[in-house]
């Protein structure tokens, strides 16, 4: 295929997974299988980013063959030899005599386009990376002055605050730490702080901060996006959901509904940048799937879900690459 083949290809994956994205968080399905529902977010996202990119791309490069990545490849070494004839090729434009300059213009703009797309979308999520990783390492810091450990809750960090708190700061594994109130504990029975404890542990165990944060980087860099921030608040509560059923594991729901009704009605302390915690989300949603529970979808249904995703991000690869 050429290049312009490729581009209407990528446009029809990319159109077709901003319908998706905005059409998802309406849907009842991922409820009940949270972690499928995740992974189609997911592969959204990435299928939209590339897909765009590849668009641009192929509209710049109508006539390179062989895959839109290759070509760009090609054309940078045809610049960098001053192989004239060759660049021009790639750009459509050898067989015509006197090429509207408007024409050259508007390809290499899509190419520049392309390209200035990819590099910000890498730069959102290293810099939302950064952010973050410097948000914990002030919070570790301050931990280490201001929080101390208490048998009531083995293995997490007490801070002397009044209003009810609860979270964790992801890290490797010798550096993840979860933090409690002095607040959470005078308000929390002894069930209550244990399947909060749970909670926060599925957060650390399964690495959530990572899932999210493409999505945090995407709603901070497109503040009004419709698309972006309800993808970033989607996710967000499916991440919870996920581990609330973790934390269900390990005793009766009725614990953990308990606690996030009484975070709800002390209200609770917000949690740090680059943290994740127990009472975030939509609690009355979390709180009415505890208390009246659906079945889980199918395993075949699973199975399609992940099958979808992974041709969803196949599709814009491949069209890249081959």
Excluded: N
């Amino acid at each position: 295929m050429t290049g312009i083949d490729d581009a209407a290809l990528l446009a029809v994956v990319a159109i077709a997974s901003a319908l998706g994205a905005s059409a998802l968080p309406r849907a009842g399905w991922p409820r009940r299988s949270p972690a499928a529902a995740i992974l189609l977010w997911q592969a959204l996202g990435l299928a939209s980013g590339l897909a765009a990119v590849g668009t641009l791309i192929g509209l710049a490069l109508p006539a390179s063959q062989g895959g839109l990545v290759f070509s760009v490849l090609r054309a940078a070494g045809q610049l960098r030899d001053g192989d004239g004839f060759g660049l021009a090729r790639l750009f459509g434009l050898s067989e015509a005599d006197g090429v509207p300059l408007v024409l050259v213009a508007v390809r290499l703009a899509c190419l520049a386009a392309g390209l200035i797309l990819l590099a910000s979308l890498c730069w959102v999520l290293l810099a939302a990376s950064i952010a973050a990783l410097h948000a914990r390492r002030r919070q570790r810091a301050l931990l280490t002055l201001l929080a101390h450990g208490d048998p009531k809750v083995p293995g997490a960090l007490v801070v002397d605050y009044p209003s009810a708190a609860a979270y964790c700061l992801p890290g490797l594994r010798s550096r993840s730490r979860i933090v409690v109130s002095v607040g959470a504990l005078e308000l929390l029975g002894r069930g209550e702080l244990a399947a909060v404890l749970a909670h926060e542990r599925a957060h650390l165990r399964e690495r959530h901060d990572l899932v999210l944060l493409p999505f945090t980087a995407l709603r901070r860099a497109f503040p009004r996006s419709a698309t972006c921030t309800g993808a970033h608040l989607a996710v967000a509560l499916l991440v919870e959901m996920l581990a609330d059923d973790r934390a269900l594991r390990g005793g009766p729901a009725r614990e953990l509904v308990s606690a996030l009704v009484r975070f709800g009605t002390a209200g609770t302390c917000p949690a740090p940048a680059g943290a994740l915690a127990a009472a975030e989300g939509e609690v009355a949603a979390r709180v009415t799937r505890l208390l009246q529970p659906v079945r889980p979808l199918p395993a075949v249904a699973v199975m399609a879900v992940c099958l979808a995703a992974a041709l969803l991000v196949a599709a814009p690869v491949t069209l890249l690459i081959v």
